[in-house]
């Protein structure tokens, strides 16, 4: 807060002494001066307001933005979740014929080293 409020305070001195150093070394009247002060302060008043809209405008529309984005991605998820479901079931009748596969393996494997290892065989 601190360095905003210095800042502020220099802006608003600078803007003082800018016109105080207009007013005594302008050639114009001191009429002429105010009408264009007032034509300068109604263009910066008119950008502030402009300024003011564009940024609700965009505030707008990030936020439709946001809205949309998550409604993507809850759409993707559940996209996601289906897919990954279907492959499962997909799967799984080969998973378990590998898994029957590999039991049989096994149990060849375990005969073969009984055979091997018995005394008959030597």
Do not use: C, H, W, Y
């Not at 807060?1 to 005594?24: E, P, R």
């Not at 014929?97 to 065989?121: F, G, Y």
Request: proline share 2%; hydrophobic share 35%; aromatic share 2%.
């Amino acid at each position: 807060m601190g360095k905003a409020k210095t800042l502020l305070t220099g802006f608003l001195v600078g803007g003082v002494v800018s016109a105080a150093s207009v007013l005594l070394t302008t050639p114009k009247s001191g009429k002429e001066l105010m009408t264009d002060a007032k034509e300068k302060s109604d263009d910066i008043k008119e950008g502030f307001t402009k300024l003011k809209s564009d940024l609700n405008e965009l505030t707008a529309q990030v936020k439709q933005l946001s809205s949309e984005g998550k409604e993507i991605i809850q759409e993707v998820a559940a996209d996601l979740k289906r897919s990954i479901s279907s492959f499962q079931q997909d799967i799984e009748p080969n998973l378990t014929r590998l898994k029957a596969d590999v039991e049989e393996m096994q149990k060849t494997i375990e005969t073969v080293k009984e055979e091997v290892n018995s005394p008959a065989s030597k």
